[in-house]
């Protein structure tokens, strides 16, 4: 029998169309104006979390939108390794959390942390307030460790980041989906894509306990560069 809804989401150019149809009955269930909305959304390009208004990473469910960057499923590792890597942390950070969605993971992993998210951009920070709120993490706005409580300043046991590692020349590759509806300052990484990254490290020294633990997201080509911004300094790299 035929389903009337891959077909659709096919018709509009969706390779996934069975992941999607599947997704979206997951979500909305039986509503065809919902469904309608969605499939018109996703013809106009609108990534398919956004058209939902909910993404799943690492076993967990989060509220995203239009222009709040939809997590990504190679950024799950993150979380598996700085779990396996940092057990019995206290105080724990999800640097540049956009919807909140790595947060939100740690939480449910370290149940014993207390878990705060930071973003720059007041869209973000609302998706990811409305997340912490359901999942019970800490969203503040602002730039990178300046955004945390100054309590916490020298008591950061675990940061986590899946920084914008995109270098500039890059960006018009990424793909159109996502480059429309996404900021390019979640993205966007500078002529070698590590610059927030050396934002990050640079404030290392201020805000993590002594055996502090940064992990992080680069592209294999990054590694070398990245080792070299990290120093000494305790950086696990995830690689992808």
């Known amino acids: 029998m035929s389903d009337r809804l891959v077909a659709r989401l096919r018709a509009v150019g969706c390779v996934f169309a069975e992941a999607e149809a599947a997704e979206i009955r997951?979500?909305?269930?039986?509503?065809?104006?919902?469904?309608?909305?969605?499939?018109?959304?996703?013809?106009?390009?609108?990534?398919?979390?956004?058209?939902?208004?909910?993404?799943?990473?690492?076993?967990?469910?989060?509220?995203?939108?239009?222009?709040?960057?939809?997590?990504?499923?190679?950024a799950e590792p993150l979380?598996?390794?700085?779990?396996?890597?940092?057990?019995?942390?206290?105080?724990?950070?999800?640097?540049?959390c956009g919807s909140g969605a790595i947060a939100a993971a740690l939480h449910r992993r370290l149940p014993q942390a207390r878990?705060?998210?930071?973003?720059?951009?007041?869209?973000?920070?609302?998706?990811?307030?409305?997340?912490?709120?359901?999942?019970?993490?800490?969203a503040h706005l602002g730039d990178w460790w300046q955004a945390l409580p100054r309590t916490l300043r020298g008591r950061v046991d675990l940061a986590v980041a899946y920084l914008p590692h995109v270098p500039t020349a890059r960006l018009s590759g990424i793909a159109g989906d996502y480059r429309a509806h996404e900021p390019d300052?979640?993205?966007?990484?500078?002529?070698?894509?590590?610059d927030p990254l050396r934002a990050v490290v640079a404030g290392m020294d201020d805000w993590m306990s002594p055996d502090g633990l940064l992990v992080t997201f680069v592209a294999d080509e990054q590694h070398i560069a990245a080792r070299t911004v990290a120093g000494a300094r305790r950086v696990l790299f995830v690689l992808g």
């Open 26 to 74: 997951r979500v909305l269930g039986h509503d065809d104006d919902a469904t309608d909305a969605v499939v018109a959304a996703r013809a106009a390009g609108t990534p398919l979390e956004q058209a939902l208004g909910v993404a799943r990473f690492a076993g967990v469910e989060v509220e995203v939108g239009d222009g709040v960057f939809v997590p990504r499923l190679r």
């Open 79 to 96: 979380v598996d390794d700085a779990v396996a890597a940092a057990p019995d942390a206290r105080v724990v950070v999800d640097l540049g």
């Open 115 to 138: 878990v705060h998210a930071v973003d720059i951009d007041p869209v973000a920070l609302r998706f990811a307030a409305r997340n912490g709120r359901r999942h019970g993490f800490e």
């Open 185 to 194: 300052r979640a993205v966007a990484g500078g002529a070698d894509g590590l």
